[in-house]
């Protein structure tokens, strides 16, 4: 059984930072990708970044430059390191975890979000 959690959300001003922590419990495959998506009320859902289980990242557009998403291999933990927030940053943010295919996108595991709120 894989169970994925998130922690680490809250509340800032603008251009402040906060570190998401998202911990997979379970075995996926040995070859995995882990992802951070968020949804603001009244819009879809977007990816922010993935990695996969040897560490490689990729960032959509809007937070390239200013989030950094990071693996603890012993601890089985991503971490998305957001600095230079603004307001259209808030939202709700999951982590999710799936196999790794092709490349990442599919993930068939997910937590259930944690919150983040920019303040201006």
């Known amino acids: 059984q894989v169970q994925v959690v998130e922690s680490g959300g809250g509340s800032v001003q603008t251009g402040g930072s906060l570190r998401l922590s998202c911990t997979v419990s379970?075995?996926?495959?040995?070859?995995?990708?882990v992802g951070w998506f968020r949804q603001a009320p009244g819009k879809e859902r977007e990816e922010v970044a993935h990695?996969?289980?040897?560490?490689?990242?990729t960032y959509r557009d809007p937070v390239k430059g200013r989030f950094t998403i990071s693996l603890d291999n012993a601890k089985d933990i991503v971490h998305l390191q957001m600095t230079s927030l603004k307001p259209e940053d808030t939202a709700m943010y999951y982590c999710?975890?799936?196999?790794?295919?092709?490349?990442?996108?599919?993930?068939?595991?997910w937590g259930r979000g944690t919150q983040v709120t920019v303040s201006s």
């Open positions: 379970g075995n996926i495959h040995n070859k995995w990708c």
């Open positions: 990695i996969d289980n040897v560490g490689n990242p």
């Open positions: 999710a975890a799936g196999r790794k295919l092709l490349g990442c996108g599919v993930y068939n595991y």
